[in-house]
């Protein structure tokens, strides 16, 4: 169906990171026995979400369009939250996971792939488990904390060439980005000496108030929330209202700001196209 074609994948939004996991051609997932069968020819890729709102919630549905994988299982650590609501009750033949360990430890034989979209300072250990088990990997950016968890996951994939791994940049696979490379490629832009990126739209952080002395006191968990595990690598903080969710991003025991945040998607169009073809990366091909 044209509709589904490589090409048309390119051209909307969001589905081009998509593409990189669905497109590779006889998906196998393997468990830690290597006893789990590969899918048949044409069915549908059996995935698992690991943050299943806000932004999680978008991934699914740009997954979900393709037509060519179905949700098996969910997994988020606040699942009573109204957003984790929504999904869950769009896909109730799931299993429903709080702590990604569970999933991996209790139902690796049952999904084939993980698309993950949780805090940054999490992306290293799920995305580390999930290639230990033998799942093709989708995360969204960045892929981790720091430069050397970066290098540790690209060896891990370089040693499984089998799984497609791959990291996801909000927009960078729409037009622009590909047009900038055209006028790059044309000559049309050159001999640049300066650019300026800005950022001018509100996020959650900026009404905080900017001489603050210390982190927030302790708030009570949601219902259901498993804080423990939403921390994973970070600091500990006691729970609070400005730390999730997305909040997170403010602080930087956390997260990086709006650099962190945005920087991602605006300082990089040119480096990115021009060099790669495309800034959509897959973190085991490089």
Same mark, same amino acid.
């Given at each position: 169906?044209?509709? $589904?074609?490589?090409?048309? =994948? ?11 996991? $669905? ?52 997994? %988020?650590?606040?699942? +009573?939250?109204? +957003? ?66 970066? +290098? $540790? ?14 990291? &996801? ?8 980005? =590909? ?21 001018? %739209? ?28 939403? $921390? ?28 962190? %945040? ?18 959509? +990366?897959?973190? &085991?091909?490089?």
């Amino acid at each position: 169906m044209e509709s $589904l074609s490589r090409r048309n =994948f390119l051209k909307t939004a969001g589905l081009g990171t998509a593409g990189a996991i $669905l497109g590779v051609q006889h998906l196998s997932a393997r468990g830690l026995d290597g006893s789990s069968p590969a899918p048949a020819k044409g069915a549908k890729v059996r995935l698992a979400a690991i943050g299943i709102a806000n932004r999680g919630a978008q991934i699914i549905e740009e997954f979900e369009r393709t037509g060519l994988c179905e949700f098996v299982a969910l997994c %988020d650590v606040d699942p +009573e939250s109204a +957003e984790s609501r929504k999904t869950i009750a769009k896909y109730p033949k799931a299993k429903l996971f709080k702590d990604f360990r569970k999933l991996f430890d209790e139902y690796a034989d049952h999904f084939d792939a993980v698309c993950v979209a949780i805090p940054d300072f999490a992306h290293f250990p799920v995305a580390m488990l999930a290639l230990h088990c033998g799942k093709h990997v989708y995360v969204e950016k960045p892929m981790a904390r720091t430069f050397h968890e970066c +290098e $540790l996951l690209m060896a891990a994939a370089r040693k499984h060439p089998e799984l497609a791994t791959q990291v &996801g940049n909000q927009g960078h696979s729409e037009a622009n980005y =590909f047009q900038f490379k055209a006028w790059k490629d044309a000559g049309i832009i050159k001999d640049v000496y300066k650019i300026v990126a800005h950022h001018n %739209d509100w996020r959650r952080w900026h009404p905080y108030d900017v001489n603050i002395k210390k982190f927030p006191d302790a708030e009570p968990l949601p219902p259901g929330m498993d804080w423990d595990t939403w $921390l994973t690598t970070a600091q500990w903080h006691d729970y609070n209202g400005k730390y999730h969710p997305g909040n997170w991003r403010g602080w930087f025991d956390f997260g990086m700001g709006a650099i962190g %945040d945005w920087a991602a998607h605006i300082i990089d169009t040119g480096a990115g196209p021009a060099v790669r073809g495309g800034a959509a +990366e897959a973190y &085991g091909r490089q």
